[in-house]
């Protein structure tokens, strides 16, 4: 019988001694209540890996503090860093970020500095992009040495490259490319360095040059206007000019009209200035619309269906496509713009 008084007696120990476990009794109801055990007796005891926060014990519980001043690492351009208690410390508001979308935005630690650099791929077609404006609208020009851009409307104007030859008109396709004649020969150009690419010689001489809605050449002479293969430097006329009227400078088209300044005989009722004609579609007769009311409007910049004129006098004008009339905007200097594009 010993034996089994040795066990009841054990089975009473454990219940009436207490095992020994992982678990704290607490009063509940006035009975015993089992608990976690702390996490922790005292600071050592707690450390979340993270070099921002302040670890410490509470109430037998890890408690991490974030500090943001732990994230300073002294470099200007990181910016500002905060303390997160899940990932560290996180840099999410660079000093650099100027708001603009076609900016790119550098920055120069050496300096601690921000250098802002413009991106005109992030703006529409016939768009440059200012630092501080973003996207700002503007026409592609020239003069006999200059290649320029000129915003629109407001008409400030900008120096892009020298130009070598003697330039008669730009035009610009929609996708991007940019043509250029010098009477006989048609070029594809750079705008950033301004350099000319020959495409082919034309079988006579052109003043006027544009981008047809379909996608074609258009160009203007003397006496006619043509369609021109840019591979080959064919040229098929498709409309004349009436007897004592030749092209002026510059072809447009606005709202699917082509739209051609012209200069008129001395003498005709419309005196020296140059008149706005439209070509028909079918090639029939030219329409005169109205004088512009300036002499040699030798550049025509359709944006949108507004049209600009640039004149050898250095004047930007706004053209009623419905009247020809002109309407001086700015005095751009003593520039003779020779040809202009837009779109």
């Given at each position: 019988?010993?034996?089994?008084?040795?066990?009841?007696?054990?089975?009473?120990?454990?219940?009436?001694?207490?095992?020994?476990?992982?678990?704290?009794?607490?009063?509940r109801d006035g009975g015993p209540?089992?608990?976690?055990?702390?996490?922790?007796?005292?600071?050592?005891?707690?450390?979340?890996?993270?070099?921002?926060?302040?670890?410490?014990?509470?109430?037998?519980?890890?408690?991490?503090?974030?500090?943001?001043?732990?994230?300073?690492?002294?470099?200007?351009?990181?910016?500002?860093?905060?303390?997160?208690?899940?990932?560290?410390?996180?840099?999410?508001?660079?000093?650099?970020?100027?708001?603009?979308?076609?900016?790119?935005?550098?920055?120069?630690?050496?300096?601690?500095?921000?250098?802002?650099?413009?991106?005109?791929?992030?703006?529409?077609?016939?768009?440059?992009?200012?630092?501080?404006?973003?996207?700002?609208?503007?026409?592609?020009?020239?003069t006999t040495d200059e290649l320029?851009?000129?915003?629109?409307?407001?008409?400030?104007?900008?120096?892009?490259?020298?130009?070598?030859?003697?330039?008669?008109?730009?035009?610009?396709?929609?996708?991007?490319?940019?043509?250029?004649?010098?009477?006989?020969?048609?070029?594809?150009?750079?705008?950033?360095?301004?350099?000319?690419?020959?495409?082919?010689?034309?079988?006579?001489?052109f003043v006027a040059l544009d981008?047809?809605?379909?996608?074609?050449?258009?160009?203007?002479?003397?006496?006619?206007?043509?369609?021109?293969?840019?591979?080959?430097?064919?040229?098929?006329?498709?409309?004349?000019?009436?007897?004592?009227?030749?092209?002026?400078?510059?072809?447009?088209?606005?709202?699917?009209?082509?739209?051609?300044?012209?200069?008129?005989?001395?003498?005709?009722?419309?005196?020296?200035?140059?008149?706005?004609?439209?070509?028909?579609?079918?090639?029939?007769?030219?329409?005169?619309?109205?004088?512009?009311?300036?002499?040699?409007?030798?550049?025509?910049?359709?944006?949108?269906?507004?049209?600009?004129?640039?004149?050898?006098?250095?004047?930007?004008?706004?053209?009623?496509?419905?009247?020809?009339?002109?309407?001086?905007?700015?005095?751009?200097?003593?520039?003779?713009?020779?040809?202009?594009?837009?779109?």
């Amino acid at each position: 019988m010993t034996w089994r008084w040795l066990a009841l007696f054990g089975l009473g120990c454990l219940a009436g001694c207490g095992a020994r476990t992982d678990l704290a009794y607490v009063e509940r109801d006035g009975g015993p209540v089992d608990a976690p055990a702390p996490e922790c007796r005292d600071d050592d005891g707690c450390d979340d890996g993270l070099a921002c926060t302040a670890d410490r014990c509470a109430a037998g519980r890890c408690v991490a503090e974030p500090d943001d001043a732990r994230c300073d690492d002294g470099l200007f351009c990181t910016g500002p860093g905060r303390c997160d208690v899940a990932a560290g410390c996180v840099f999410e508001d660079a000093p650099c970020d100027d708001g603009v979308a076609c900016t790119e935005d550098a920055c120069d630690e050496r300096l601690d500095a921000c250098t802002p650099r413009p991106r005109p791929d992030r703006c529409p077609l016939s768009h440059r992009c200012d630092l501080e404006r973003g996207c700002v609208a503007r026409a592609l020009t020239h003069t006999t040495d200059e290649l320029l851009e000129v915003d629109l409307p407001g008409g400030e104007v900008r120096v892009l490259a020298p130009v070598e030859l003697g330039l008669t008109d730009l035009a610009l396709h929609p996708d991007g490319v940019a043509y250029a004649i010098s009477r006989r020969s048609l070029f594809e150009l750079d705008e950033a360095t301004g350099g000319l690419f020959w495409l082919a010689d034309l079988a006579e001489p052109f003043v006027a040059l544009d981008v047809h809605p379909d996608g074609s050449l258009v160009a203007a002479g003397e006496r006619s206007v043509a369609r021109v293969d840019p591979e080959s430097g064919l040229v098929e006329p498709f409309a004349r000019f009436p007897d004592g009227v030749s092209a002026s400078g510059d072809i447009a088209f606005v709202r699917g009209r082509m739209l051609v300044t012209a200069s008129e005989t001395p003498g005709s009722p419309r005196g020296l200035d140059d008149v706005l004609y439209e070509v028909p579609p079918d090639g029939g007769p030219l329409v005169a619309l109205g004088s512009v009311g300036s002499p040699c409007v030798w550049a025509l910049a359709p944006f949108g269906e507004t049209l600009y004129g640039f004149t050898c006098n250095g004047e930007l004008l706004e053209i009623d496509p419905e009247t020809g009339r002109g309407r001086r905007l700015r005095a751009l200097g003593s520039r003779r713009f020779g040809g202009a594009a837009a779109r």
